[in-house]
Nanobody
């Protein structure tokens, strides 16, 4: 069984910084994609950023230039950094991965974390 452990959420003042982390553990062959999504109050869940193994990171339009995603392959951990948060970044942030259970598997398994809340307020 594969598990995701998210950390780094909390309350931050506007203009402040935040670094979220999501570590995958358990039994899997490899990870194809690691990413972050968020859901603000009253809104649908949306992509913030994701990385597919071997490709450049993808960012949503609202995240470009503001968020940085990085992936530590050795630790199976993905990070999301923002150094100038805005109140509109307030949301629950969810980690998402797609992983392969065995070598040669064609379709990956989609897994979501439980979410970590980020509140940006003065």
């Amino acid at each position: 069984q594969v598990q995701l452990v998210e950390s780094g959420g909390g309350w931050v003042q506007p203009g402040g910084s935040l670094r979220l982390s999501c570590a995958a553990s358990g039994s899997f062959s490899s990870i194809k994609t690691m990413g972050w999504y968020r859901q603000a109050p009253g809104k649908q869940r949306e992509l913030v950023a994701r990385i597919t193994d071997g490709y450049e990171p993808e960012y949503s339009d609202s995240a470009k230039g503001r968020f940085t995603i990085s992936w530590d392959n050795a630790a199976d951990t993905v990070y999301l950094q923002n150094n100038s948060l805005k109140p509109e970044d307030t949301a629950v942030y969810y980690c998402n991965i797609q992983y392969f259970r065995a070598v040669g598997e064609y379709y990956g398994v989609d897994l979501w974390g439980k979410g970590t809340r980020v509140t940006v307020s003065s």
